[in-house]
């Protein structure tokens, strides 16, 4: 495919949506490090290493995960679910281990207190939630009314026996609640005026997580 810019003979491609993936993975970073001062955390060695840890952890605490769920919080809880899912059904041969995703924009404290339109991620859970343990998997731990609002929301689908908590980063000074994560692959200490940023090679084009200073 091609198109033509008006009043001018050179004609450019279209460019592919790989391309575009590209170039919107490579203005983000470029934003970010002009932006804002920013420290990297993990690198995508460390990111790798820590999910092989926690997947572990899992294995060891739920062994065959028979009944045992896996709750990605969306948006970014997701990727690290799909990820350990991943991790625990090829490399350690868990079978078939069940996964949902769980949206809590309505669920929140806060949500009415915004002047910004929100949008709403997908809720997908098909499967009985009654007497399951479930475990909700998010990326940053930071002050827990998410987890919060997820705790909620989950009673939608019934009744869990147990539900526990998994993160990737556990910002330990920043909690509004008394939520405390039972897996956590690395605790960070960060003031008030700074960010961690969690970035998934599926979405952003690799496993990598800054400390980020305005």
């Known amino acids: 495919m091609e198109f033509y810019l008006q009043n001018r003979k050179e004609i450019f491609p279209t460019p592919t949506p790989q391309q575009i993936k590209s170039d919107s993975v490579y ?86 207190r915004t002047d910004k339109p929100l949008e709403a991620n997908k809720t997908q859970i098909n499967f009985i939630v009654e007497d399951k343990k479930v475990i909700f998997i998010d990326d940053v731990l930071f002050t827990g009314r998410s987890i919060r609002s997820a705790l909620t929301a989950i009673q939608s689908f019934g009744r869990p026996s147990e539900i526990e908590l998994l993160v990737l980063i556990d910002r330990r000074f920043s909690r509004h609640l008394p939520i405390q994560p039972d897996y956590r692959g690395r605790q960070v200490d960060a003031i008030n005026g700074e960010k961690v940023i969690v970035s998934w090679k599926e979405n952003d084009g690799e496993d990598v997580v800054h400390l980020v200073t305005n």
Do not use: W
Request: hydrophobic share 40%; net charge neutral.
């Open 27 to 112: 203005l983000r970073n470029q934003t970010l490090q002009s932006l804002m001062s920013q420290k990297v955390l993990l690198n995508s060695k460390e990111v790798t290493i820590i999910l092989h840890r926690l997947a572990c952890q899992l294995i060891e605490k739920h062994l065959d995960f028979s009944n045992t769920i896996l709750v990605g919080i969306q948006p970014r809880g997701v990727f690290l679910a799909e990820r350990l899912k991943q991790i625990l059904e090829n490399e350690y041969q868990v079978p078939e281990i069940s996964l949902g995703y769980l949206d809590i924009t309505f669920f929140r404290d806060d949500f009415r």
